[in-house]
């Protein structure tokens, strides 16, 4: 059950199974089969294009040792600000973190509040900048391009911006 429906806790499929058994008992025998809640992944659907890109890039740059030196990654993290988190937890065993059924899907929707913008590399990060408002690419050129990706990438002698 607990593989069929990954979200129904201990208490639930002890429920669900109609016997005399504890819910310590429930928990003690989903360890042992190695089915630990964990919350899921999160992530945005890919599409078999999405993966197969991917998967290329990934091949083309798999024997990389001090190229990397010269990459930098830029990514951002959002804050919600009172709003439910919406934790959720799936039984999984440890080689089963990205099955499609432990994954929980990600869609972008307005919910208030702040995003924060980061550029890294091998060595060295960058100062995060915060966007104050919905992100355009006029304000993404002058909010974190030009004032911070720019400098970062010619102090680290970067060629490469991912």
Same mark, same amino acid.
Do not use: K
């Given at each position: 059950?607990?593989?069929?429906?990954?979200?129904?806790?201990?208490?639930?499929?002890?429920?669900?199974?109609?016997?005399?058994?504890?819910?310590?008992?429930?928990? &003690?025998?989903?360890?042992?089969?190695?089915?630990?809640?964990?919350?899921?992944?999160?992530?945005?659907?890919?599409? %078999? &294009?999405?993966?197969?890109?991917?998967?290329?890039?990934?091949?083309?740059?798999?024997?990389?040792?001090?190229?990397?030196?010269?990459?930098?990654?830029?990514?951002?993290?959002?804050?919600?600000?009172?709003?439910?988190?919406? *934790?959720?937890?799936?039984?999984? *065993? %440890?080689?089963?973190?990205?099955? %499609?059924?432990?994954?929980?899907?990600?869609?972008?929707? +307005? #919910?208030?509040?702040?995003?924060?913008?980061?550029?890294?590399?091998?060595?060295?990060?960058?100062?995060?900048?915060?966007?104050?408002?919905?992100?355009?690419? &006029?304000?993404?050129?002058?909010?974190? #391009?030009?004032?911070?990706?720019? +400098?970062?990438?010619?102090? #680290?002698?970067?060629?490469?911006?991912?």
């Amino acid at each position: 059950m607990a593989v069929a429906h990954r979200t129904a806790s201990a208490a639930e499929i002890r429920a669900a199974v109609d016997t005399t058994v504890t819910q310590r008992t429930v928990t &003690n025998r989903l360890l042992q089969g190695q089915l630990r809640a964990r919350r899921p992944v999160v992530c945005i659907p890919l599409t %078999p &294009n999405h993966c197969r890109l991917r998967c290329e890039w990934c091949q083309a740059r798999a024997y990389w040792r001090t190229e990397w030196r010269s990459v930098a990654f830029c990514d951002e993290s959002r804050f919600c600000l009172g709003a439910s988190d919406g *934790r959720v937890l799936v039984r999984r *065993r %440890p080689d089963e973190r990205l099955q %499609p059924t432990c994954l929980r899907l990600r869609y972008t929707r +307005p #919910i208030p509040g702040i995003m924060v913008l980061g550029t890294i590399s091998y060595d060295s990060s960058s100062t995060p900048v915060v966007i104050p408002r919905t992100l355009t690419a &006029n304000l993404y050129v002058s909010l974190v #391009i030009q004032p911070v990706v720019l +400098p970062f990438m010619d102090r #680290i002698q970067g060629d490469v911006f991912q």
